[in-house]
């Protein structure tokens, strides 16, 4: 089903390297922000992951390489679990749940 494509050393340590300063930017935003910036703290944790959770998906799932009919298959339900996140964390804001992020 895949395409013929070579992934070789190089490839692994691009890919490494691309996670490692991903990482970095998460170590960097988690020392240096302040605590009052902890809703933007939070956000920015969640955008970082899900490009590491892309990152991880498109090279060592080989999604990367893969037709595109796959990879909607992979996209629009991922799509939906996000939107229902929001949804659900708005719905918990709204009804005072969501104490612990203030």
Not at 48 to 54: C, N
Not at 66 to 84: D, G
Request: charged letters at 15%; a positive charge.
């Amino acid at each position: 089903m895949a395409q013929d494509v070579k992934f070789g050393k190089k490839e692994i340590w691009k890919v490494f390297w691309f996670l490692a300063v991903v990482t970095a930017i998460e170590f960097i935003i988690a020392f240096s922000m302040e605590e009052n910036l902890k809703t933007i703290k939070n956000i920015l944790f969640v955008i970082l992951t899900l490009v590491k959770a892309y990152g991880i998906m498109a090279y060592f799932m080989h999604l990367k390489f893969e037709f595109s009919n796959f990879k909607a298959t992979i996209i629009i339900p991922f799509a939906f679990i996000v939107l229902l996140l929001i949804a659900l964390a708005y719905e918990g804001s709204t009804l005072n749940l969501w104490t612990f992020l203030k």
